[in-house]
């Protein structure tokens, strides 16, 4: 038996609250909100980019609180070893034997601050994690809590003493956000609540609680999967992602994953705007911050001035929409 989701739908009523709370802490970043609540509807993995000071991290903590889940942060180092982040064997001299000790991964919400400052066999260490949800060490595979969550930052603007992140890494997280320097009404509202009692540090005292939790959560997972599709919704983002594979400015295009990514993305986009099928609009909205990070530009087209942002938008605006 399906579930179908109805416009009063608790759990959609209640994943709308986790954004309102939100806001009580973050002014602006609404595309951004959006985007990590979709990826927690979607069981997926989010890349947060931004200036320093842009919210990144307070989003996240955010999130967490209105969602009443464990939060774990880790600052990615050029020095952070694997066992640093999935955990390790530890010798235990009273047992004289070898116990594992979880890592910080072990959590509902991983915040992977600046993940791009650690070597790549350290951000290598999360692909287990992100794609299978468990941590395997001396051939025992330990199951992550769920919900299971990784929230990767990185400064667009900082390259020096930074790795690049793998595509195969890349292709793993469900959405790529950008979070903008706020506009100016914004940002005086940010000094006004600096101004007052605000303190990033006591989202409590900022009124900020928790809206839903893990069960809640499932339910709305329950309602997303029951989203209708229609035959020629899926042909057109079949057509969208292949666009990309012939596209003269780019070296790589979108792969399948890059397919159903975008499938689940916009389900979820529709069942948080009230309707019980996905329409092409939808696909429209999250093909942005879906495939930018799964497409590699040539050389001479980064030279051009071109952006995967840029090309993504030709490509919506060539492929024929079905009605």
């Not at 509902?108 to 951000?123: F, G, S, V, Y």
């Not at 930074?162 to 509202?189: G, S």
């Not at 790589?252 to 092409?280: C, D, H, K, M």
Request: proline letters at 8%.
């Amino acid at each position: 038996m399906t579930t179908t989701p109805a416009p009063g739908s608790p759990a959609r009523r209640q994943l709308t609250e986790v954004r309102t709370e939100i806001a009580k802490a973050v002014v602006g970043q609404d595309a951004a909100v959006t985007g990590l609540v979709i990826a927690l509807l979607c069981q997926g993995h989010v890349l947060l980019e931004g200036v320093p000071g842009v919210a990144k991290t307070l989003l996240v903590r955010a999130l967490a609180a209105s969602l009443d889940l464990r939060m774990t942060r880790i600052q990615f180092t050029p020095d952070l070893m694997p066992g640093d982040v999935t955990g390790s064997l530890v010798y235990d001299a009273k047992t004289a034997a070898f116990s594992f000790r979880p890592g910080p991964v072990f959590t509902n919400l991983l915040l992977a601050d600046e993940i791009n400052r650690t070597p790549p066999k350290t951000q290598a260490s999360l692909l287990e994690a992100m794609e299978e949800r468990q941590v395997s060490a001396d051939g025992v595979s330990r199951p992550l809590p769920e919900p299971f969550m990784v929230v990767a930052t990185q400064n667009p603007v900082e390259y020096e003493g930074t790795y690049p992140l793998p595509e195969a890494q890349l292709d793993r997280f469900l959405l790529k956000l950008v979070l903008p320097i706020p506009q100016r009404h914004e940002e005086v509202e940010v000094l006004n609540r600096h101004a007052g009692s605000f303190n990033p540090r006591d989202l409590a005292g900022a009124g900020l609680r928790a809206v839903a939790g893990a069960a809640e959560l499932a339910a709305a997972r329950a309602e997303v999967a029951s989203v209708q599709v229609a035959p020629e919704v899926l042909g057109y983002i079949v057509d969208l992602v292949r666009m990309t594979r012939t596209s003269p400015s780019l070296s790589l295009g979108v792969s399948p994953r890059g397919a159903t990514a975008l499938l689940a993305t916009a389900r979820a986009w529709a069942w948080l705007s009230g309707r019980t099928f996905v329409t092409p609009d939808d696909v429209k909205a999250l093909a942005v911050p879906t495939l930018r990070h799964r497409v590699q530009l040539r050389p001479e087209a980064e030279l051009e001035g071109v952006t995967a942002e840029s090309v993504i938008g030709t490509v919506l605006g060539s492929v024929p929409v079905p009605r």
